[in-house]
């Protein structure tokens, strides 16, 4: 081969490099730019969202303390803990179970895992609009539970079900990929069962746990759909508020709220990956968890 | 102390069945190929898999109802097995707090054992930074920091590299000699259980074909398994330098001639171990010409037919055990009391160069 023609592929390889690349910096534009703009709109001091009129913090100053946003924050919040609690331990013990006591039903538990993550949600909303009615009890105006409305129940429990899939299979995932014969080992060394649990499994599946946990959280978060159909009034998360504001006009506030729930978020995930780095997890690891790698 | 055990486990389709003793202070190896059960054996002794059928005694009284988290087995997996979230101490020191001793007095024991089998070894570090070696050397660190009354030793050697092995043999030889109870070995490569064992069980398939003294064994195979791999000549001894390239062997009752290790200074060296393949040995009727380094005479003492192959067994110096077909062994009229020439190359020999050696490689 010639210099001439080394050169020509040279440069054509330079030019398939530089092409891919930019082809990957603007998938990466297209995806983030929306939420950009919402960032930047939060600083809109017009009246409506989409009617730029100078920068300022007008937005943020009327959604936090406008008492209906407050309280649709508030709601989505404790909505999201109350989900992320209730799913990781669900989900987590599912997981041990279907990882670690493997029998001719798993496969069958299994499906109904991926079922549920495959039914339309729409479907399940409905299926639990209907079920919360007829069942009554902590899901109806009577409640029996006090100092909790029955609005944040339904919105848990209705959360919880898809979210404790997506921990059912993460926990799961973790567990298979681990070898068993560290809780052998464990037996062997004179730890009890319940001493080879706290000291062995959980801390090896904490990531997981905690990843699960996260995506709960976030799920239940921007969850409309569900939320739509079960919340109660007063109890109404934040993405059923700024659903039904759409139908009026959209104001800047929503977009200035928006990024604050991103923010906070944001500050969930580092939070998780700080104490997957104090549990002692390389940072090879930590990513590899938050990204459901395994 | 002494462990008596006849079981039979079922692993998948194949049930393993295996009825052995070890006595107090006696290393018996569980030695056959890869598959053939051995770990599923010491597995079920510490309780891990059940049992179908058997007993289990330790001086008479029965654990094999016991979980295992109260059978007193120590035992040092194959690769370790560490906690990858536990530091090293924190990995010694978990039999011990498992068995109710406070932290700070099982930090001290853990420490203490570390330093003796694994010096130079951050206690701090985290298992994922060890190499093959340091993990067994905490792993056994741990079988023993539970004080158990019975160790095992799964495959200890098998994911150590070959530079950090001989050293490695030596701490297993003294860990197990100093270990006061029975002990056994898990172990597919035949050297490990002739040098470190008191007895040998040998299984294959699932089932046990042989039990006896690693001399018994080499004597005396009783399946093309132990014939191939434990029937080896072994000669143990001193290694003082011939020529360029050669060395002379003096072991107990007899001279051979070997090929000087690689890498290893040309120092007389003590406690040198190696093997001869009986195939590489061949027989004449006559004191033969050629090559070969090694020629002894000597009277024919037992003559075993494996298949179509003959296991002659000279008193010669050193004492041999030679491999020929039956074929040969006919023509040559070999028979209990027959005067034979033996012959081996130097090549031949594998010498596997023990500690104090390995300080100048």
């Known amino acids: 081969m010639s210099a001439v023609e080394a050169g020509r592929k040279g440069r054509r390889r330079d030019l398939a490099d530089v092409g891919l690349r930019s082809w990957a910096i603007l998938v990466y534009v297209f995806l983030f730019l929306p939420i950009l703009v919402i960032v930047v709109y939060s600083f809109n ?77 729409i479907v399940e909303a409905i299926a ?54 560290l809780e052998e080992a464990a037996a062997d060394l004179y730890a009890t069962p319940a001493r080879r649990f706290r000291q062995i499994t959980l801390p090896l599946m904490l990531p997981a746990v905690l990843a699960g946990a996260l995506l709960a959280f976030s799920f239940s978060l921007d969850d409309t759909i569900i939320s739509s159909f079960v919340s109660v009034a007063g109890a109404s998360p934040w993405p059923v508020y700024v659903f039904s504001a759409v139908r009026n006009a959209l104001r800047p506030e929503v977009a200035s709220v928006s990024t604050l729930l991103l923010t906070l978020t944001l500050i969930a995930i580092a939070s998780v990956a700080l104490v997957l780095r104090r549990s002692g997890q390389s940072s090879k690891d930590v990513a590899k968890t938050m990204t459901v790698g395994g | 102390m002494v462990l008596e055990a006849g079981i039979e486990v079922r692993r998948g389709d194949v049930i393993v069945a295996a009825a052995f003793s070890a006595g107090d202070r006696e290393t018996l190896a569980l030695l056959g190929p890869n598959g053939a059960g051995k770990t599923t054996i010491v597995e079920s002794i510490a309780g891990l898999i059940p049992a179908a059928h058997g007993h289990i005694l330790l001086d008479g009284v029965p654990i094999h109802g ?72 905490v792993a056994l660190a741990r079988a023993l920091a539970g004080a158990p009354r019975v160790l095992v030793l799964d495959e200890p050697l098998s994911a150590v590299d070959v530079s950090a092995r001989a050293e490695l043999r030596a701490l297993l030889r003294r860990t197990l000699r100093d270990f006061d109870g029975p002990r056994l070995l898990v172990t597919h490569d035949p050297v490990e259980a002739m040098t470190l064992a008191d007895r040998v069980v040998v299984l294959e398939d699932g089932r046990i074909t042989q039990t006896g003294t690693p001399e018994e064994i080499r004597d005396a195979p ?61 027989l004449h009727a006559a004191r033969p010409e050629g090559s070969a380094r090694n020629v002894v005479q000597g009277v024919v003492e037992e003559v075993a037919i494996l298949g179509d192959r003959a296991r002659v067994r000279l008193d010669s110096s050193p004492r041999l055990v030679a491999e020929i077909t039956t074929g040969s062994a006919g023509r040559m009229a070999i028979q209990t009391g027959t005067l034979v020439w033996a012959s081996f190359k130097a090549v031949e020999v594998h010498l596997m160069v023990e500690p104090g050696a390995a300080d100048t490689l």
């Open chain 2, 66 to 137: 016991l979980p295992p988290e109260r059978r007193p087995i120590g035992m040092a997996f194959q690769d370790g097995v560490l906690f990858p979230h536990l530091s090293v101490l924190e990995n010694v020191a978990f039999p011990v707090r498992a068995r109710g001793a406070r932290s700070r007095a099982a930090r001290a024991h853990a420490l203490d054992l570390l330093g003796r089998l694994a010096p130079g070894i951050d206690p701090g570090a985290k298992p994922g930074a060890l190499s093959g070696g340091e993990r067994q050397r």
């Open chain 2, 222 to 282: 009783r399946t093309r398994y132990a014939a191939d791999l434990v029937g080896m000549n072994l000669f143990a001894g001193r290694l003082t330098p011939l020529e360029a390239g050669a060395g002379a062997l003096e072991t107990a009752d007899g001279v051979v001639t070997v090929p000087w290790p690689d890498g290893v200074a040309v120092d007389p060296l003590d406690d040198v171990l190696a093997t001869l393949g009986p195939a590489d040995v061949s």
């Open chain 1, 128 to 181: 639990l609009l209907l079920w919360y009615v007829r069942l009554g009890g902590p899901f109806g105006p009577h409640t029996p539970i006090p100092g909790i409305s029955y609005g944040m129940v339904r919105l848990w429990v209705g959360h919880s079900l898809f979210a404790t899939a997506v921990v059912t299979l993460i926990v799961r995932a973790r567990l298979q990929g681990l070898d068993e014969t």
């Open chain 1, 45 to 121: 001091n017009g009246r409506a969202m989409i009617t730029w009129n100078g920068v300022g913090l007008n937005g943020y100053r009327t959604g936090l303390t406008d008492p209906t946003i407050q309280d649709a924050v508030k709601t989505s919040i404790v909505a999201a803990v109350g989900t992320a609690v209730m799913a990781t331990i669900l989900g987590s013990f599912a997981g041990i179970a279907l990882a670690r006591r493997k029998g001719k039903w798993t496969i069958l538990f299994l499906a109904l895992v991926f079922l549920i993550l495959v039914t339309p949600e």
